[in-house]
């Protein structure tokens, strides 16, 4: 089971793909449908309303997807993990109340023992600014408001938080579209 991450707009879905299509992974894609659209359009209208049911949604579907990638060779894109850097920035910006934020991490920390950590966890290294330059080119309705603040404290708590992790990880610098070969190279080593 591989897992990649990284800041919104990263490039983890386009990665994830190729890699899926390249070495017959499944795919878990991630979870961009009508209903967590629906709760990401409401989400960047009011981020304090909405932060902790969105946050306990992903939680949820990725804990599923993640128990069903167990069984056989896999690729997720999104990791778990990274809902644990979202919650942290929209607790730490006053969007999650400690409350909340409490219940989120007894959650989490409840479902952990029931899942396994990736075989590796590819980490996708890019600049706010280019997150945000490849945000507005994808045009996803819902992402269109997201605020370089916003990037830019996810990607503080994403360096943060990486050095904390005790799995397998590779970190690529993706502003560059060129490191697709290195990452290639990097899955072809695992496969």
Do not use: C
């Not at 629906?38 to 990725?62: C, G, K, P, V």
């Not at 904390?164 to 496969?191: A, C, P, Q």
């Amino acid at each position: 089971m591989i897992m990649v991450d990284g800041n919104i707009g990263a490039g983890k879905t386009t990665i994830s793909r190729l890699i899926s299509e390249k070495y017959d992974l499944q795919l878990y894609e991630e979870l961009i449908n009508k209903k967590t659209e629906n709760i990401l359009s409401r989400f960047y209208n009011d981020m304090t309303r909405w932060a902790f049911t969105l946050q306990i949604h992903f939680l949820n579907e990725r804990f599923k997807m993640i128990k069903e990638a167990m069984t056989y060779p896999s690729i997720i894109d999104r990791s778990i993990y990274g809902d644990l850097v979202f919650a942290k920035v929209l607790h730490e910006d006053g969007h999650m109340t400690d409350e909340e934020y409490s219940v989120y991490r007894t959650l989490f920390s409840n479902m952990e023992p029931h899942f396994d950590k990736p075989d590796t966890l590819i980490y996708l290294n890019v600049s706010p600014e280019k997150a945000l330059e490849r945000i507005h080119k994808r045009g996803r309705e819902s992402e269109q408001s997201i605020p370089l603040e916003y990037l830019q404290r996810l990607d503080r708590e994403y360096e943060n938080w990486l050095s904390t992790y005790t799995g397998k990880v590779k970190v690529f610098d993706y502003n560059r579209d060129d490191t697709y070969n290195e990452i290639i190279n990097y899955v072809e080593s695992l496969v």
